[in-house]
C-alpha cells in the first residue's frame, strides 16, 4: 500500500492510476533518510557540493515552516508550491550564511494541490542580492529514468531501518536513481532502496531497480521544495523540487521503500525563467581573450553612455562568472551605450543597445589583452612593464600580475607573443 504524503498537510484527490492503494494522510516532519551502514557525515559532507541551496523560511511561525529552497539567480528562490507563505507573513531565505528577506513570490500558475500533477513550484524574490552564492542553474533537457540524481534538504535525518529521527535543520544529500510513471508526465520519483533487500523496491512495477545507490536516501517533511540535481559536465543542474513522500510500508516516515515524488522543472522552464528576470536586467558573457585561467570574480564595469557620446549615465561594477557571465539590473531605458572594462584589457563599446523591461539578455563582449597600466592603449609603457618583470613567476619579488596577461603564473614568452600581438590598438 502506497501512501501518498503531500508533506505539509492533507491533500484531497490524487488519483492512483499505477499504484495499488494511494492513501492521502498528514505528515509528522521527517525528511532525508539514509542507509544504515552509511554514516551521516556522508549526507552532510555531500550538501556542501550544493552551496545555493538554504532553508526557506514561510514566516508562519508554525513548528513546520522551515522548509528548503535553491538559490536560482542571485535574488530568486525555487521552491516547492505549496511552500506558499500565508498571508501577513514574513518569509526568510538563508544561504551563504546569511538570511534574506523575501519579499514577494509566485507560484506555478498550474499549481494544484494533486501533487502527481506536478507544478509544485513557486520562485521567491529577496529584498536583496545574494552575492557570495552562486545560483543553480537549471537543466532544459528532461530528465529520463535511471538517471542518478541527489537530492538535498534541510529537514531531519534518520536511517531506513528506524525512520527520521532528528531534527535538526542542516542540509543533506542524498543520492538516488530518477524512475519515471509515463502516465504523470510532469513528475518524476524515487524510492529509498535497501541494501540486499529487493522487497523495499517500491516502485519495481514501473522498472525501478533494487540495487540502492551508495548514498542512497529520501525525503520528507523540511526537505520540502528542495532540489533534485544531475551532474552535467561536473555542473550540478536542477531538474525537480521535492514536492512530496510517500510511504510503501504506512509506517516510519523515511524508512526504505518510502519515496519522494518530484514536480519536474524542465516543463516549467518559462514560469521559472519569467518570475527570476528583473525588469531592466542586462546580462551576457565577456571574453577575456588569451586568459588560461577562469575569470571567475574578476571585476568588470560597465559604463552606460548616452548614444554617441560621452555623458556617462551610470557606472556599475559586478564579478565575472566562471564562464564570463555578468549581469546587472538598471533603472535606465531605450538606447543606451554600454562600454565594458575589466582591468588589464582594452574596453569595448556596445552601441545602442536597447535596454527594455525584457534585457537585453545575451549582450556578450570579447575584450584585448595587454593594457598592463590600464590607459585603454597597448603600447610602449605596457611594453615597459612587461620586459621589467619578464621571467618571473607568481611568488618571486620581480612578479607583476598585471603583466602576466594570460594568468598562467610566469611572465614569459606567451605573454609577449599576446602583447606583440595587439601591440599599438586602442580600446573604445
Ligand atoms: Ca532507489
Ligand atoms: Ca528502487
Ligand atoms: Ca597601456
Ligand atoms: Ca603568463
Known sequence: MIHFRPIWHIVLGVRALVFPCLILAAAVAPAITRRDDVPDAHYLLAATAHP????????????????????????????????????????????????????SWSRHPSYTTQVLQGSDLLVARLGQRVLNVAPSKLHTVPVM???????????????????????????????????????????FLCDF??????????????????????????????????PALVSINGEW????????????????????????????????????RDRAWETGRVDGIVTLEDLTIV??????????????????????????????????????RGATDLRFSVAGYLRKRATNANITNNGPSGLNASLTAGDVN?????????????????????????????????????IGPLDFAILAGNFGEFGD
Do not use: C, W
Open 237 to 272: 543542474r536542477i531538474v525537480g523540487v521535492i514536492s512530496a513522500i510517500f510511504q510503501f510500508d504506512g509506517s516510519l516516515a523515511g524508512s526504505y521503500s518510502d519515496g519522494t515524488l518530484f514536480s519536474r522543472t524542465q516543463p516549467a522552464l518559462s514560469f521559472i
Open 145 to 187: 529514468a535511471g538517471t542518478e540524481m541527489v537530492l538535498v534538504g534541510s529537514g531531519g535525518s534518520g536511517t531506513g531501518t528506524q525512520g527520521v529521527t532528528l531534527y535538526d535543520q542542516r542540509l543533506r544529500s542524498a543520492s538516488n536513481v530518477v524512475d519515471v510513471d509515463p502516465a504523470y508526465a510532469n513528475v
Open 52 to 103: 545555493s541551496v538554504g532553508l526557506f523560511n514561510t514566516g508562519s511561525g508554525t513548528g513546520d515552516a522551515v522548509r528548503t529552497g535553491t538559490l536560482i539567480g542571485d535574488k530568486f528562490v525555487l521552491t516547492a508550491g505549496h511552500n506558499l507563505p500565508p498571508v501577513g507573513s514574513s518569509p526568510t531565505f538563508t544561504v551563504g550564511g546569511q538570511t534574506y528577506n523575501v519579499i
Open 295 to 332: 575569470p571567475t570574480g574578476r571585476m568588470l564595469t560597465v559604463q552606460l553612455l548616452v548614444p554617441g557620446t560621452e555623458t556617462l549615465l551610470e557606472t556599475v561594477t559586478v564579478p565575472l562568472a566562471a564562464d564570463g557571465g555578468y549581469s546587472f539590473v538598471t533603472s535606465r
Open 374 to 410: 590600464n590607459d585603454n592603449e597597448i603600447g610602449p609603457a605596457d611594453f615597459s612593464a612587461l620586459s621589467a618583470a619578464f621571467g618571473t613567476f607568481d611568488g618571486d619579488a620581480g612578479y607583476v600580475q598585471a603583466a602576466d596577461l594570460n594568468r598562467d603564473g610566469e
Open 193 to 226: 532502496d535497501a541494501p540486499n533487500d529487493p522487497s523495499k523496491n517500491s516502485l519495481s512495477s514501473i522498472g525501478s531497480a533494487a540495487e540502492p545507490t551508495t548514498r542512497e536516501g529520501t525525503s520528507a517533511a523540511g526537505d520540502s521544495g528542495g
